[in-house]
């Protein structure tokens, strides 16, 4: 398999350059069988989503430049956006106060024994994700039991998706006394 990118927001109506496509086949000619290859530009797209080694610069056909190849050995520690940028530093955190202290009095009143759901609603882009991690990731947590999960919009017509991944992963309990 060969993954190079061809731009973040490239149009497919029109070609690929041609620089891609070379790179991009060389990669294919050059991989073992069975193996991913894929170059730093491309890497740079999904770095923290992949586990890499890398192979050094070669030279490629065609190209006056060397080429920083790596080799795809797995998946990487990150499953979203914000745990590949959490990777990398995120910036700090600023002007959520309300928002953490409405958290705050709902895990309190959780504490006491009444049960609490929140519904974090915003549009794309306004910090839900990072006001949950902040959240989450902060002092007023660290003795209570966390469990994350997560879904995507085609699982929306599945009742309880969310709740059913998590539960698959709990240990199991026989039923023989």
């Known amino acids: 398999m060969v993954a190079v990118a061809v ?3 490239a149009d497919p109506s029109f070609p690929a350059p041609a620089a891609v496509l070379m790179s991009g086949a060389c990669m294919g ?18 770095e923290g989503y992949v586990a890499t080694k890398p192979l050094g610069p070669v030279p490629v056909k065609r190209l006056a430049d060397l080429v920083e190849i790596y080799e795809v050995t797995g998946a990487g520690p990150a499953r979203t956006r914000l745990e590949a940028t959490a990777g990398r530093g995120l910036t700090r955190f600023v002007g959520r106060d309300i928002e953490l202290e409405r958290l705050l009095r709902a895990q309190a009143l959780a504490g006491r024994g009444c049960g609490q759901v929140v519904a974090i609603i915003g549009d794309a882009g306004v910090g839900k994700s990072r006001l949950v991690h902040e959240f989450l990731h902060s002092r007023h947590t660290a003795d209570w039991l966390v469990l994350e999960s ?17 539960c698959r992963c709990a240990p199991k309990r026989s039923l023989a006394a």
């Not at 997560?150 to 998590?166: D, F, K, Q, V």
């Open 7 to 9: 731009g973040a927001f």
């Open 29 to 46: 000619q050059m991989a073992n069988p069975g193996s991913v290859l894929t170059t730093a530009d491309s890497l740079q797209l999904a």
């Open 150 to 166: 997560n879904t995507a919009s085609y699982g929306r017509a599945t009742p309880y998706r969310m709740l059913s991944r998590r």
